[in-house]
């Protein structure tokens, strides 16, 4: 009933992450975050291929290297990288040992069925028919492994539920499923999915990838699935920030209770060990651009999805995934949107059961500026303010307030109504 936080593999380790990786990173946030609500830790793409390295893992013309997968075309951790997936266990001991931190564990699938299981005419488990009579020849463009279901077929549906049987076996309680929100959104798809988890008997979030989602698909999406991306993949710059103030905007619409549109992972802390883009470095945001992307998330409710890798987060991004005040917004507040936009912006949140007001200004220009709010826009007189990133009490406020922000900067905090 909240958005999910946790740690996702991609940013950091590309699809060449290891278990030993993994377990490092659930170890940190057992220890360090799971308190603040922290708990999912989810592996990212390509955890069937073979090896290591940070070239893209396509196959060739002739399907090779070949990925693991069993009799019933229904893939498998690679050996080499999870080493205790080793006889026929699949994810089930490193989803035992995420699950003994008091966290959950998730995996990434591309959409579809492998299009080596389509060439060997694997059978499909609870199907009279085999692999090659259900796919269809849609694909990613980026990563070749994969052909997408004709949901028109009984067997693609049999298909899927047999691959979420597996995965509720292994105890998986997060699946983001990739290739199928954009470039074009697979609406049955979709539903396969959503029907896969609900018959495997295991509750599981649904994240759908990558985006943009269309617009148009958000009363089908938000129906289906409890996140989806709203834009391609979010790098560390600022330009792929400040790009995203219109894009949750345009989505308030479709923000529920239980569904929530998403910005996609958080790129601070350490990122690119193994690629996917750049060389490794901590992230190039700005200490005022990471506290403006943190507070754009969380008065959006945003799912927030640590990137970077988490043993080696220093003071400052452990101080920006610890701040209970600031990650109570993300998980604890109603009727989010944006008051006034352009380069100086306001947004707002009510704070269930009560008549206090969480506020958030930003200063997306490029040199520091004081950011105002009318009072009256929140429905307020005189209010006490907080600082919620510093904890400071700002002292009774009357008619309007202003904080100087700096540059590509955000301002969060809580107003509590007074009498006048």
């Not at 539903?191 to 759908?208: C, D, H």
């Not at 409890?226 to 619409?253: C, E, K, M, S, Y």
């Amino acid at each position: 009933m909240t958005p999910p936080m946790g740690w996702n593999s991609y940013d950091a380790f590309n699809w060449s992450v290891t278990e030993a990786d993994v377990r490092a990173n659930a170890d940190y946030l057992s220890e360090h975050l799971l308190r603040y609500g922290w708990q999912y830790v989810v592996v990212d793409w390509a955890w069937y291929y073979p090896g290591r390295h940070d070239d893209s893992p396509n196959q060739d013309a002739d399907l090779r290297p070949r990925l693991r997968m069993d009799r019933h075309g229904r893939l498998l951790p690679d050996l080499t990288r999870f080493p205790s997936a080793a006889g026929g266990n699949g994810f089930k001991p490193l989803a035992d040992y995420v699950h003994a931190r008091g966290l959950k564990f998730g995996v990434h699938l591309m959409r579809g069925i492998p299009r080596q299981a389509v060439a060997d005419r694997v059978p499909i488990l609870g199907f009279a028919g085999r692999a090659d009579q259900i796919n269809n020849t849609t694909t990613a463009s980026w990563l070749n492994l994969m052909w997408g279901l004709e949901m028109t077929n009984r067997g693609a549906q049999a298909y899927l539920d047999s691959v979420f049987q597996l995965l509720a076996a292994w105890g998986v309680d997060y699946v983001k499923v990739d290739d199928i929100a954009a470039p074009t959104y697979r609406q049955a798809e979709v539903e396969g999915y959503r029907l896969a988890i609900r018959r495997s008997g295991r509750p599981m979030v649904l994240s759908l990838s990558p985006g943009p989602t269309p617009l148009a698909s958000g009363p089908h999406v938000r129906a289906n699935a409890q996140l989806w991306r709203i834009v391609n993949d979010l790098w560390d710059d600022w330009p792929g920030v400040d790009a995203l103030f219109d894009q949750l905007r345009d989505w308030t619409p479709h923000r529920t209770e239980v569904s929530w549109p998403d910005p996609d992972m958080i790129p601070i802390g350490r990122l690119s060990k193994h690629g996917p883009v750049g060389p490794p470095r901590y992230s190039a945001l700005t200490p005022d651009e990471q506290r403006a992307l943190m507070t754009l998330w969380v008065i959006n409710r945003a799912p927030l999805m640590w990137g970077g890798n988490l043993v080696e987060n220093r003071a400052a991004e452990l101080a920006l995934m610890s701040n209970a005040a600031v990650l109570a917004v993300q998980q604890h507040s109603t009727g989010n949107r944006q008051l006034h936009g352009g380069d100086r912006q306001v947004w707002t949140a009510d704070v269930p059961n009560t008549d206090h007001r969480y506020l958030a200004l930003f200063n997306r220009g490029d040199a520091p500026a004081e950011v105002t709010v009318d009072l009256a826009d929140l429905g307020i007189a005189t209010a006490g303010a907080t600082d919620l990133w510093s904890g400071a009490n700002l002292g009774p406020v009357s008619g309007s307030l202003t904080r100087p922000i700096p540059a590509h900067g955000a301002g969060l905090y809580r107003m509590a109504p007074r009498p006048s």
